[in-house]
């Protein structure tokens, strides 16, 4: 598929995409996380889109994933209306203070403590310790 | 100065944690006064008092109400020298679900069979004798093998297991290709009462998970059969009517008494989940981990959604349901952001948005065919994916492309604001 994205044109191996969308969209889906983190890297390094192309698609990608996710969640009686009217304005809120924070630290630090941070949380979930 | 504002945020992070803790160990240590019962009886109150007078077997609690859990003493008098086992069980229903993919003993098939329920009592316990305390710490060490049925018989409390054993379970036979198109499969027939009690029981423990949570050797029985026992309503358990029941043999039961559990703001319960929780928890923990996740460039829904199960007594079925739409609007605010300027590739975003769509569609099917423990199992891996994807672009190579990567984006975003601008004009 060739794709066309601000007079520039690209290849895409639009089967390669879909696979590996399809795959994240069910892990992501079934343990309810957006699946992001997955899908940037799947763009840029397994399709080698640059970044520029891959920053709005990607999201609008994961956003079908989400409302199909939702959905389906719902209608299995997996949603919790208390739960969610706690949970949304912090989430909104975090949305607003984050990029007042970004702007003072350096993402090359948060990286680093967010990659500790994910090992230990791992190795609790693998009931290592 | 970078190093100061990080250390400010991981300061303030602990320091919610600590708050939020040191409120659960405040309610833990200080239970709210609860009235006694001579001062605040039930209007069913009297009217239970003659039906017990029927009844052979008596007992007495000390108090009716309690806010937000407590412990309730109950009394009684029983047939000297026999065992008293006392039934708490919740009015309050929670939904159950298990699916049976373990080859059959008989036939050498897997079922795969989803048994699902919306009446299983929000919270259940049976107080056995204190002299089988050995029995229950042998069942406890078993792990998470442990079998509910088997338990019941070994401390010879099946004679007090009813409320559970009467729920409606619908069946639903899985198939590969049901589960591939995201259907719950067909529904089967209804089972008769002692197959639906024997399914119960697998669903009792697939909710509860853990011997401590429907046992518990608090009974004391005296040798000329008066019995004392400790009945502790855990903070954290649904609001309601609980019905209190003990129970000699298949013919010496107690009428039930009713117990009220009052939860009172910022404790809130969630029907769906069946937990009362103080909303500042949840709510401090997803502030903390959105604003995290903004900046690590990942949702927050990975470091999250563990959380959310590991601290709080959560299904992981609720946990996935309900983070997953808080994502939707900031997600659909970033879309309408980019397309004002025409940052999307729509041909690329829906293409590859099909193929999600499809999966989105089957995940969900999987997340209640899979048991707390698998969740925790393979979100484990997934978290350590991630870490290693992590780690990759920390690394020198990665930051020197993504710095020229960004420099361009910056230059076509401009462009694109420009652009944007120019035509609004």
């Known amino acids: 598929m060739i794709v066309e994205f601000w007079g520039q044109e690209f290849k895409v191996n639009v089967v390669l995409g879909c696979i590996g969308g399809f795959l994240i969209a069910i892990v992501s889906s079934m343990f309810g996380f957006g699946g992001g983190p997955f899908m940037v890297p799947l763009m840029t390094v397994g399709l080698g889109l640059p970044m520029y192309v891959v920053v709005g698609s990607s999201l609008l990608a994961i956003f079908f994933n989400t409302l199909m996710g939702t959905a389906r969640h719902y209608q299995f009686g997996n949603f919790d209306a208390t739960f969610f009217l706690v949970m949304f304005p912090a989430a909104i809120l975090g949305g607003f203070i984050a990029p007042q924070i970004a702007k003072r630290i350096s993402p090359l630090m948060v990286k680093r403590v967010a990659c500790a941070g994910l090992l230990i949380l791992a190795a609790n979930l693998l009931g290592l310790f | 100065m970078k190093r100061y504002w990080l250390s400010l945020i991981v300061a303030l992070g602990a320091t919610f944690f600590m708050i939020y803790q040191s409120t659960l160990l405040a309610q833990q240590s200080t ?80 079922p795969y069979v989803l ?64 589960s591939i198109v995201g259907s719950r499969g067909d529904l089967l027939p209804a089972m008769d009462d002692k197959e639906n009690k024997k399914r119960s029981m697998q669903l009792v423990k697939a909710r509860f998970r853990s011997p401590g949570k429907v046992f518990s050797p608090t009974v004391d029985v005296k040798p000329d059969g008066t019995f004392t026992a400790k009945v502790s309503i855990e903070p ?27 939860v009172g703001f910022p404790i809130i319960y969630m029907s769906n989940a069946g937990t009362s929780i103080n909303l500042l928890g949840p709510f401090l923990l997803t502030l903390a981990i959105s604003i995290f996740g903004v900046l690590m460039g990942a949702g927050g829904g990975f470091i999250l959604n563990p959380l959310l199960v590991s601290i709080w007594p959560l299904p992981h079925t609720v946990v996935a349901g309900t983070v997953m739409p808080t994502v939707l609007f900031s997600q659909g605010s970033g879309i309408y952001n980019y397309s004002k300027i025409k940052f999307i590739s729509w041909k690329l975003g829906v293409a590859i948005g099909l193929a999600m769509l499809a999966g989105g569609f089957i995940g969900p099917k999987m997340t209640e065919l899979i048991t707390l423990d698998q969740y925790k199992f393979v979100f484990g891996w997934i978290l350590v994916i991630l870490a290693g994807l992590m780690f990759w672009q920390t690394t020198p190579g990665y930051l020197e492309k993504n710095k020229k990567e960004q420099a361009i984006l910056k230059e076509f975003k401009k462009r694109a604001e420009e652009a944007a601008k120019a035509k609004g004009k």
């Open chain 2, 115 to 178: 048994y699902m329920t919306h009446e299983m009592p929000a919270s259940y316990k049976i107080y056995v004798p204190t002299t089988q305390k050995d029995d229950l710490d042998k069942i406890k060490k078993e792990g998470s093998k442990w079998s509910y049925s088997q338990a019941l018989k070994d401390l010879g409390a099946d004679v007090a297991y009813s409320a559970p054993g009467k729920i409606k379970i619908d069946r639903y036979q899985a198939t590969l290709m049901g």
């Open chain 2, 236 to 262: 954290g358990s649904a609001p309601g009517k609980y019905s209190v029941r003990a129970v000699v043999d298949k013919d010496l039961k107690s009428q039930p008494a009713a117990v009220e559990n009052v």
């Open chain 2, 31 to 110: 239970p709210s006064p609860a009235p006694a019962a001579t001062e605040a009886k039930p209007e069913t109150r009297p009217e239970e008092k003659k039906v017990e007078a029927a009844a052979p077997l008596e007992i007495k609690l000390d108090k009716t109400n309690l806010d937000n859990g407590g412990t309730i003493t109950v009394t009684g008098q029983a047939p000297a020298g026999k065992p008293v086992y006392i039934e708490v069980s919740a009015d309050q229903k929670v939904r159950a679900s298990r699916f049976d993919s373990e080859v059959d003993k008989e036939t050498g098939k897997r």
